[in-house]
């Protein structure tokens, strides 16, 4: 377990300070419960508005007092039907040069290394790099754009916090998912990501890949793909891919959703919601570059964990990206 949850453990009273700004319902109290597990949690609200059966009329009513937009009602109910909204042209192209060319420079000078990871001949392109905002502060211009933030406000109503960014010269061919088992929160819903087109996304290039509606299905966890925590610590993302990878690939063909694929221009943004099974397609072809910078937010007040290893976030409670946007 990670420090911070190893000080909970034998600290109650910090602990139960620490999550006194718990926004569920049913409070919790980590170090009586056998774990971090999302089986142990109760099945509290309050969901997000857009999550709760209520949500069409919950839009209605603030579009008929002049409380949200006509364009901001669309988007509700783009995410309550399909699970994402796009933001098209969100981030100037300034704010991208500068994320970027700071991002190569950190490169350059050693501070960030990045592995080459070549996925077939003819591969120049280097692999992800997870959390750059920690060493180069440039990507909190993205990562905590005004802009964006409102949007993200908005979807959760909580004040949306950095859980973790993630950087990509090129498609991750990520097989699909629901960023649910890697970044639960208590009470679920409350995390949100925003893909960052820093360029044309070229259909070859292994665009993101997502399944409108998905976000609907139950919440699939370790417990219900008989992934137990001793596993996960021997085997750790072999257990993963052996038992959680094909039960989504057999949800997505049982309920026979067609993938969309996000063929972005640069700048634009994609939200998604906690729950939508997502990943990045295959590249046709690996001349291709698919630059891009994700963000996954947690609405302050969720108690965020790791499910697979049944961890706390860290995240919660120590912020690294103080720039504003
Ligand atoms: O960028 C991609 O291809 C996949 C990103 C993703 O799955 C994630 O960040 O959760």
Avoid at 160 to 188: C, N, R, W
Avoid at 272 to 292: P, Q, T
Avoid at 303 to 316: E, I, M, N, W
């Amino acid at each position: 377990m990670a420090l911070a949850g190893g000080l909970l453990r034998f600290a109650p009273a910090l602990a139960q300070k620490v999550e006194m700004g718990q926004i569920a319902d049913q409070r919790i109290h980590t170090w009586r419960m056998p774990s971090m597990r999302a089986e142990h949690f109760p099945g509290s609200g309050p969901y997000p508005w857009l999550d709760r059966p209520d949500a069409l009329d919950n839009i209605a009513a603030r579009r008929a007092t002049g409380a949200i937009t006509e364009y901001e009602a669309a988007q509700a109910h783009h995410w309550v039907r399909d699970g994402y909204v796009v933001l098209p042209g969100l981030i100037a192209a300034d704010t991208l040069d500068t994320v970027w060319r700071a991002y190569q420079q950190a490169v350059d000078r050693g501070r960030i290394v990045l592995e080459p990871e070549p996925a077939g001949e003819g591969d120049a392109y280097p692999g992800r790099f997870l959390n750059p905002h920690r060493r180069v502060s440039e990507f909190c211009r993205v990562a905590k754009h005004s802009e964006l933030l409102r949007w993200v406000r908005f979807l959760l109503e909580r004040e949306p916090k950095v859980l973790q960014t993630i950087a990509s010269h090129k498609g991750s061919q990520q097989p699909e998912h629901s960023d649910s088992i890697h970044m639960t929160t208590y009470p679920l819903g409350y995390l949100v990501a925003a893909w960052i087109a820093f360029e044309d996304i070229h259909p070859d290039s292994g665009p993101l890949v997502y399944y409108p509606g998905s976000h609907r299905w139950p919440y699939l966890f370790s417990h219900d793909v008989k992934i137990s925590e001793d596993e996960f610590r021997r085997d750790g993302y072999q257990s993963y891919q052996a038992k959680y990878e094909p039960k989504i690939r057999e949800l997505i063909a049982s309920q026979g959703i067609a993938p969309v694929y996000f063929h972005a221009r640069r700048g634009d943004v994609l939200l998604w919601h906690a729950n939508l099974v997502h990943g990045g397609s295959a590249r046709r072809d690996l001349a291709h570059s698919r630059r891009a910078v994700v963000t996954h937010y947690f609405g302050q007040g969720a108690f965020v964990y790791h499910d697979l290893a049944a961890t706390r976030s860290k995240q919660q409670y120590v912020s690294t990206c103080l720039l504003r946007g």
